[in-house]
């Protein structure tokens, strides 16, 4: 075969690959030669399990793209994705990135802009989110970073905000805080706990978050790194009360332990898929992408189990009631959950981070 029907020949297969059938939203049942995959950056455990389960594996069996994972914390996830691109080594191609990452100059840098595959595939879904599908990336989920307890531990009283984490003597006990390279959200919840309203957050007065983190730093048994290390500390009693987020909360909750949570010491945040530059498996990553946005059955899946907010409507009317129930309600969005400023902890990272590296060690 010569090269030039070669390649009218390898162009159809793809267009018929990444067909799928109009009426489910989802790709119809075309099977791939054996050899391909796509890889996905993901932070492991029992998030990484919630997304096989309802995602990667039901993909498989309707493509025959096998989806293979790596885990890493946030942080990790963003120096070796910049690390690839800059060595044109790409070795992975689809990474888990926060939102607020997500939005800054550097992530352009590194992430693919999605912009034409949103706008031919997604842009009049109307059971999508707006930002369902954005140059940056594909949204995974909508989530909270909270003041999660064990119940077991105060005799019927229950920590319901960060003022409260601070109050060793009336709530004993461990405490526990993330230590990576996004320390924004510890020096919020100290803000709010010296007695900043929500509203006068923004700017964070980072002089003023670090001295009351003094006065609470004793009592911190684990400054985790990954959320799974996170759920491992609450599982082996080292700590109480920890900030930590809602879907490791609730994976903690449905494997029996006595965790609860309060949205009152809350702050949004969310998920993004990013497709890293030149990757070597573009197309099955954007076929991936593409199965995830039109397939509410698997979003509503995984956020039963992690407890997190879909990008698709549908979605949310498929999962169960109590998955719905762990949701902040109107009253908590309107009150007392944060909606963090986006630009500003972007335009200070490197300021945050570095007066956190020289407080933390």
């Known amino acids: 075969m010569n090269l030039c029907v070669e390649n009218q020949t390898r162009k159809k297969a793809i267009l018929l690959a990444v067909s799928y059938v109009a009426f489910s939203g989802v790709f119809g049942t075309v099977m791939a030669t054996a050899a391909e995959k796509v890889v996905i950056a993901t932070t492991g455990g029992a998030y990484e399990r919630a997304l096989r389960e309802a995602w990667f594996d039901p993909f498989s069996e309707q493509t025959g793209i096998e989806v293979v994972t790596v885990a890493g914390t946030n942080a990790e996830m963003r120096a070796k994705a910049a690390a690839m691109v800059r060595s044109d080594n790409v070795s992975w191609d689809l990474y888990l990135q926060g939102d607020i990452q997500a939005s800054s100059d550097e992530h352009a840098q590194y992430a693919q802009d999605l912009s034409g595959f949103c706008d031919e595939q997604f842009s009049n879904n109307a059971d999508l989110t707006e930002d369902a599908c954005t140059a940056a990336g594909v949204r995974l989920l909508s989530n909270a970073t909270l003041l999660a307890y064990r119940q077991?531990?105060?005799?019927?009283?229950?920590?319901?905000?960060?003022?409260?984490?601070?109050?060793?003597?009336?709530?004993?006990?461990?405490?526990?805080?993330?230590n990576f390279d996004d320390p924004w959200r510890v020096m919020a919840a100290a803000l709010l706990a010296d007695g900043v309203s929500r509203e006068e957050l923004f700017p964070l007065d980072i002089d003023r978050a670090l001295a009351k983190l003094d006065k609470i730093r004793p009592a911190v048994s684990l400054w985790w790194k990954s959320g799974d290390q996170s759920m491992q500390g609450f599982r082996h009693g080292e700590y109480t009360i920890g900030q930590i987020w809602l879907t490791r909360a609730k994976a903690l909750k449905s494997e029996g332990h006595p965790i609860a949570w309060t949205h009152k010491a809350s702050f949004l945040v969310g998920d993004r898929i990013a497709l890293i530059k030149n990757a070597s498996n573009q197309d099955n990553a954007l076929r991936l992408l593409e199965y995830w946005l039109n397939s509410p059955q698997a979003q509503a899946q995984v956020c039963d189990v992690l407890s997190c907010t879909p990008p698709s409507e549908a979605a949310m009317s498929m999962m169960s009631d109590e998955a719905r129930d762990d949701m902040p309600s109107t009253e908590e969005i309107e009150n007392h959950v944060v909606v963090p400023d986006a630009k500003w902890i972007n335009d200070n990272a490197a300021l945050m981070l570095e007066r956190w590296n020289s407080w933390i060690q």
């Open 152 to 178: 077991d531990a105060f005799d019927g009283a229950a920590p319901e905000s960060w003022a409260d984490m601070w109050d060793l003597d009336r709530l004993p006990g461990g405490r526990s805080f993330p």
